[in-house]
Every structure is written in structure tokens, then in C-alpha cells.
């Protein structure tokens, strides 16, 4: 294998065939079966289908066969365990068996295919977002972090063991800033790849753009050449502008591709592969400012040369999407797995060896669920120890609730768990702007919904049942906005309600998620919920006119009011496409994490009580009649 850089200056555990069984150990999660079965990968695997081909040595011959598998979306998921729940990974329904998560399951399958098409006809690529995601990810990079205490990084530790060939960048890689993602990438045996990702003011690659691995499969000829290019997410620049504003820039995904895709054919490379975190559907979620973000399938139709797409960002199960691009008529084949470690995609090669380079003559892809197979047994063990750790972390008690709090109905109804959310951010943000000509203005809090599965329990509340509430890695931040401009923005949040007539059955879940022009749905944590002002949301009424006037202390908001709001640093970068949050000045930035302040408040005031700050300041109407009076 060589690896390319540019030539410029760098300037949730478990066995799927019983998932409700007894978990063993509370402080490990491992059941004994899980470890003991490992090896009856191969007969799982066949249950489910799984064609195997035999194992092949090289060939006399010009044809020959290889095997690409890839991962995407893992999101710190080593290992089949729920952290949020303290129990094995489960989402199963009456007569659906449940998926399962987890390095450690795709390592099992890795090792099966492996097995079936020979160790050298096989590479393993990732499409990104591998290091956050899970209380693990979270742990390593601000509670214990391996930048500070030295140790290597669980996910790191079993890519390492995999031997995967390349990994490339996804958006998440940045969240924890520069250096943290520096010293990943330091730890990783396979090069880490991110064309697009340049420094800033420049085209110069801050990552690995490309690899080209050999592979020997015929014997009377020379070794294929594959070239991975590694592609990640625009957005990254509005996500993650705190870490990366003035230091990294990403290019559009298609216009990057057309540049390197020569050049790697160029140094030899047969057959193309695009390892891109990035989506198929050719939208975005924010603005005309930047590149396209879900550009995978505009790759494939617009960039010559290209072969194989791996792609991911969406958290979607495509097993086989073949496009035939515009510019030379070939068929290129992209698959996208599921998300967590949930499916492994797999491409089958037949190549072709004719005036002196191999080619793709046909292709397939396909899915292998990691529900088949059970937790291989030294990927479990790789990672046993950093796992029990994160486990004791989230049983840690941090406030006693004087009552049971759920975010089950937090999309449609003022619920006190969210409203927690808002009073920690509005406390938080109070305390810094003591002192300052700010402090004279009222201060509203921006949450969403972020889990609907999310509570606290009456009595002891540990940083499990926080971490479950605030599940992205979010700072907080303040800005400054109008009463228009928060009118405005409360427009844009209910877009995320569906029209609803004002006889229609009160069936609220139905209600959410709509579509928008931006989107075919809208996601949970895209529904923003103010604290502080009072309003209601007309759901009978079209898009852009629901906003009742809003009040502030009992009296009517002015349009030229000003409030400082406090809101994450995902929605104040941009994220979601809101009006004016991104523009507006910022006050305050000190870089807290809102999980963290969360933990400390609750820490610091002991007790948990929603009298002393739960207030329904907002309801959802239907010609003016509250739908839940």
C-alpha cells in the first residue's frame, strides 16, 4: 500500500438471537454467551443468506474477482450496548428482530467475508463520522481524553485490529476540534482521508486526499491498483465553524473529485473508489452558500473514471444504487449502510485484464446485517476495560427529582424536562453577562427535542439520564435578536408541523416531521422551542403565518426588542438554516458544554423540582383553540 498526500506544504453489546435476554455483569454489559459464541459467525451468516464464494488464490487468467466491504456512520459504536438505557443495543417490534450496533458485530462479519473471498482479495473502507456519537465518543474527547491521559482511542484501538485500508472524514470528526481529531488520526494504522477539507484560503489538502492499495490476483499479471479518495461533508463549515473558521475550508464534493480522480489514475490506480460522507439526494440543509451537502450520487453522475461509491452521512440502508454517468455512459455502483455498524456494505468485483490495466466488467452490492452474527469475542475484549469506564461514568448520581420527568410529548407540548434545558442555558448565560450593558436585556433559551425516549426518573438522576436528554455535543452560546427576528425564527421551527384541520382526531404524532422545500422531513432536533416569551402555534394555518404575537412578561413584544438568546453553537453556526441566529451578534462563547452545564447545575442545586421552573409559555392551537387544553 502507499499512501498520497499532496506534494504541496502542509502551510450498544450483545448476542441478536436472544436480544431481551439477561445481561450478566451490570458493569460490563457482556452476557456469557455473547462472548463464548463468537465463532459461529459463518452459521449465522448462512441462516441469513449470505452466499459465500470460495476462497481464491491468484489466477492464470485475465479475469479475476475482489471483494470491497465498507462501514459508515459508526458513530463510536464499538460494541452492542445502549448507554442510554444501561442495557443491550435493542429496537425490535412484534415479529421485527432487533438491529444490532457495534465494531465489534461488523468485525464478525468483516472476518466471515474475509474468510469466504481470501484475505488478499479484500479491502475494508469507512465513509466517516466514527469517533462521536455515544457517551464513549464523548468520554475520550472532553471527560478522559486521550490528548490529555495518552491512551489510545477505542474506535482506533479496534480499526487498528481490523486492519481497515482507509477510513475518510465525516462532519463529526471536527467536533471536538483540530488537535483532539490530530491525535486520532495519529493512532490510526489506515490513512484518514479528506480531499475536499483544504486549508483555508487555499486548495492544498489539510488531510490525505487519496491511497492506492495493490492487490495481487492474478499471477501472469500485474497487481490491481485500488484508489480510494476520501470525500467529507461541506457543512462542516457551518457545524463546526468554532473549530474550524480561518484554519479549514471544504470544496464542493464534485469538484474536488474531478480534480484528484485524474491524478489518481495517473499514479497508476485501475479501478475508483469514493469514500464520501455525504448523502444521494442532492439537497441541503442549510443555505445556497455553500457546496451541495448530500452530493454522493452527484459524483457518480458528473466525475469520469469513477467505479465504486461508499457514502454515508444520511443514516440511510441502501444496499445497491447503480448511476450511469452522464459524461462517459458507465454504470457506477454505490451502496450506503446502515448507520451504528448496523449493516456492512459489500461490493463484488469481477475485473477484466486487457491492454495492460484491470477494470470492473461487473458489479453488485449488497448488505450483511450485523443482527447475524454475535459480538466477536477479541474486539469485545479490545475495548472491555474503556467500556466499563464510561459505564461507572454514567451511573454517577448528580440531583434527586422530586418527580418523573419525559420528553415523550416534548414535540408537541411545553414539557418540564425540556424546559430544564432552557433553565440551565438561561442561568448559565445570566451568571456570564453579570456585570456587562448586556445584562440589562431579558434573556429567552432555544432547546429542542432532541430524544423522545428521554427522562428523569423521581429520585436519583445520573449523568445517564442527561446524557440520554442531551445527546449531541453541543456549546452553548448567546446571541442577540429582535422580537421580529424571533418571530420569524418561531416560523420557521413550526414548519416542521404538518397542516392540520381543526376537526381532524388529536393524533399529534402523525402531526410532525413534515416536509419542507429543504427537506422530505424534518428532523426532531429541527423543531426549536423558546423559552421566556410566550406564543402559540396554529397548526391549522399554512406555513409562515402560525406564530401568535408574542408576549414577554405580560406585555406585547415589540418588533425593535431586543432579548439575548441562549442557543447552541449548532444553531448559531447555522445549523438547521434558521433565520438571522447565524448572523446575529454574539455575546457570549465561552465554550461550555450544555451537557456539562446541565451536569453542574444539577450538581451544584441538588434537587430537581419542576414547580420552580416549569412554565407552559407555548401551546399548539387549531383556530385558536389549544389542541391540549
Known amino acids: 500500500m502507499s499512501d498520497h498526500s499532496n506534494h504541496e506544504p502542509v502551510p450498544r453489546w450483545c448476542s441478536c438471537a436472544v436480544p431481551d435476554e439477561e445481561v450478566g455483569h451490570a458493569s460490563s454489559g457482556f452476557t456469557r454467551r455473547n462472548v463464548l459464541i463468537g465463532a459461529s459467525a459463518a452459521t449465522a451468516l448462512a441462516a441469513a443468506g449470505w452466499s459465500a464464494a470460495p476462497a481464491t488464490a491468484a489466477t492464470n487468467g485475465t479475469t479475476a474477482k475482489i471483494t470491497i466491504m465498507g462501514t459508515s456512520d459508526l458513530h463510536a459504536n464499538v460494541v452492542n450496548w445502549d448507554y442510554y438505557k444501561d442495557a443491550v443495543y435493542y429496537d425490535g417490534k412484534p415479529g421485527v428482530p432487533s438491529n444490532a450496533v457495534g465494531l465489534s458485530r461488523v468485525a464478525s462479519l468483516v472476518k466471515q467475508v474475509r474468510a469466504d473471498r481470501g484475505r488478499g482479495n479484500t479491502l475494508l473502507f469507512d465513509a466517516g463520522d466514527t469517533i462521536q456519537g455515544t457517551p464513549l465518543g464523548f468520554y475520550y474527547a472532553t471527560v478522559d481524553p486521550i490528548t490529555e491521559s495518552g491512551a489510545m482511542h477505542p474506535v482506533a484501538a479496534q480499526m487498528n485490529a481490523l486492519e481497515y485500508d482507509a477510513v475518510a472524514l465525516g462532519n463529526h470528526e471536527f467536533n471536538y476540534g483540530l488537535d483532539f481529531l490530530d491525535n486520532w488520526i495519529s493512532q490510526m494504522d489506515a490513512p484518514v482521508l479528506a480531499a475536499n477539507a483544504v486549508h483555508a484560503g487555499t486548495k492544498v489538502p489539510r488531510y490525505t486526499p487519496y491511497t492506492i492499495t495493490s492487490m495481487k490476483v492474478a499471477k501472469r499479471h500485474p497487481p490491481v491498483k485500488v484508489g480510494v479518495l476520501g470525500l467529507t461533508n461541506p457543512g462542516v463549515v457551518i457545524w463546526d465553524k468554532a473549530n474550524v ?34 448523502g444521494e439526494s442532492g439537497l441541503s440543509t442549510y443555505g445556497p452558500e455553500l457546496p451541495i451537502e448530500n452530493a454522493a450520487k ?26 450511469t454517468n452522464l459524461v462517459t455512459g458507465a454504470e457506477v455502483i454505490m451502496s450506503e449502510p446502515k448507520n451504528w455498524g448496523q449493516r456492512l456494505s459489500v461490493f463484488d468485483l469481477d475485473l477484466t485484464y486487457a491492454r495492460g490495466k484491470w477494470s470492473v466488467a461487473e458489479h453488485k452490492a449488497y448488505l450483511l446485517n450485523a443482527n447475524t452474527v454475535v459480538d466477536d469475542p477479541e474486539f469485545v475484549a479490545i475495548v472491555r476495560d474503556q467500556h466499563d469506564a464510561v459505564v461507572d461514568y454514567m451511573h454517577s448520581k448528580v440531583a434527586v427529582s422530586t418527580e418523573e420527568m419525559l420528553a415523550a410529548e416534548s414535540c408537541w407540548k411545553d414539557t418540564a424536562i425540556l424546559d430544564y434545558v432552557n433553565k440551565v442555558q438561561t442561568e448559565t448565560v445570566a451568571a456570564a453577562v453579570a456585570g456587562t450593558p448586556e445584562a440589562s436585556l431579558p434573556i429567552v433559551s432555544i432547546a429542542a427535542p432532541f430524544n423522545r425516549a428521554a427522562s428523569f426518573p423521581q429520585g436519583d438522576v445520573t449523568i445517564k439520564d442527561v446524557a440520554g436528554l442531551y445527546i449531541y455535543d453541543n456549546t452553548l452560546m448567546a446571541s442577540i435578536l429582535t422580537g421580529a427576528q424571533i418571530k ?3 416560523e420557521f421551527s413550526a414548519e416542521y408541523f404538518k397542516v392540520v384541520a381543526p376537526d381532524a382526531p388529536i393524533e399529534p404524532e402523525k402531526w410532525t416531521n413534515a416536509a419542507t422545500p ?100 407555548w401551546k399548539l392551537v387549531r383556530n385558536g383553540v389549544p389542541v391540549f387544553p
Open 518 to 617: 429543504r427537506s422530505a422531513f424534518t428532523p426532531d432536533y429541527n423543531y426549536d422551542q423558546f423559552s421566556g416569551v410566550e406564543y402559540t402555534i396554529d397548526i391549522s394555518k399554512p406555513v409562515g403565518q402560525r406564530i401568535s404575537p408574542l408576549m414577554y412578561d405580560g406585555a406585547p413584544v415589540t418588533d425593535g426588542q431586543q432579548f439575548l438568546v441562549a442557543v447552541n453553537n449548532y444553531r448559531q453556526s447555522g445549523g438547521g438554516g434558521f433565520p438571522h441566529i447565524a448572523s446575529a451578534p454574539v455575546v457570549y462563547n465561552a465554550q461550555v458544554a450544555i451537557r456539562e452545564a446541565i451536569v453542574a447545575y444539577a450538581s451544584e442545586q441538588g434537587t430537581i423540582d419542576p414547580a420552580t421552573f416549569h412554565t407552559v409559555n
Open 488 to 490: 420569524q425564527y418561531l
Open 245 to 278: 473558521s480561518g484554519k479549514v475550508e471544504v470544496l464542493d464534493l464534485v469538484e474536488t473529485a474531478k480534480r484528484w480522480v485524474p491524478v489518481m489514475k495517473a499514479e497508476g490506480a485501475h479501478i475508483i473508489v469514493v469514500s464520501a460522507h455525504s
Open 298 to 323: 452527484l459524483v457518480a453522475e458528473q466525475v469520469p473514471d469513477v467505479d465504486v461509491i461508499l457514502f454515508g452521512h444520511a443514516h440511510a440502508e441502501i444496499p445497491e444504487r447503480l448511476v
